[in-house]
């Protein structure tokens, strides 16, 4: 989605915002509809200062690190001597 909101924001500047009857452009819409659309999937993926300061309040934690997690279960069968070797 970055790669095309890039791409209609240089065609704007190339061509200008406003057309020759001083109205603006529809890709200037167009181009305001494909940033709310970016904004939309960053908020609900948690890509924004918000998003991610509402998910530290509704206590929700951050996601799980799979290799640490392993790690330390590894670590724990080590300490007990039930080290599984076949």
Do not use: C, W
């Not at 209609?8 to 500047?13: G, M, S």
């Not at 890509?47 to 392993?70: C, H, Q, S, W």
């Amino acid at each position: 989605m970055e790669i095309l909101s890039s791409t209609v924001f240089a065609i704007l500047t190339k061509i200008n915002v406003i057309n020759g009857e001083g109205e603006p452009r529809r890709l200037l819409s167009e181009h305001r509809q494909l940033k709310l659309a970016q904004l939309a999937y960053e908020r609900e993926l948690g890509m924004t200062p918000a998003a991610r300061m509402a998910i530290k309040v509704n206590g929700t934690e951050a996601a799980l690190d799979l290799a640490a997690a392993i790690a330390a279960e590894g670590a724990e069968v080590e300490e007990d001597g039930d080290s599984r070797s076949d």
